[in-house]
Nanobody, 124 residues
C-alpha cells in the first residue's frame, strides 16, 4: 500500500488545516493509521492515531482538543483536522499504517508503511 500525504501549507496561528493521507488501496480495518511530525532539528514525534476498525483514537497531549483524526474507508483516506494551530505545530507531517500493537501506537517503529510528508508552517 502506497500512502500520499497532502494538505500542508502556510497558515497563521489560530488557523486550521486538514491533512489527507490517501492510500493506493484499501487499508485493512485491522491496521492502525498514525500521523507523526518532525520539526527542524527535532526528533519525529507522534501526533495522532486511529486504531483498529477506527474504534479508538489516540492523541499526543500537545494536540489533544485541537486535532482530530478520522478515516474514510470508502475513499481509502485518513484525515487530520488541525485547528487552533500554533507556531510550534510547524513540522513535516507524515502518515503511516501497520498492524500496530497497542503498546507501540505512539512509536514510529511500530508502523511498517510510510508515506511522504507534507509541510505545515504556522506563522505567529
Amino acid at each position: 500500500v502506497q500512502l500520499q500525504a497532502s494538505g500542508g501549507g502556510l497558515v497563521q496561528a489560530g488557523g486550521s488545516l486538514r491533512l489527507s493521507c490517501a492510500a493506493s488501496e484499501h487499508i485493512s480495518s485491522s491496521y492502525t493509521v498514525g500521523w507523526f511530525r518532525q520539526a527542524p532539528g527535532k526528533e519525529r514525534e507522534f501526533v495522532a492515531a486511529s486504531g483498529r476498525n477506527g474504534a479508538r483514537t489516540y492523541y499526543a497531549d500537545s494536540v489533544k482538543g485541537r486535532f482530530t483524526i478520522s478515516r474514510d474507508n470508502a475513499k481509502n483516506t485518513v484525515y487530520l483536522q488541525m485547528n487552533s494551530l500554533k507556531p510550534e505545530d510547524t513540522a513535516v507531517y507524515s502518515c503511516a499504517i501497520g498492524p500496530v500493537i497497542y503498546s507501540m501506537i505512539t512509536v514510529a517503529t511500530g508502523y511498517h508503511n510510510w508515506g511522504q510528508g507534507t509541510l505545515v508552517t504556522v506563522s505567529s
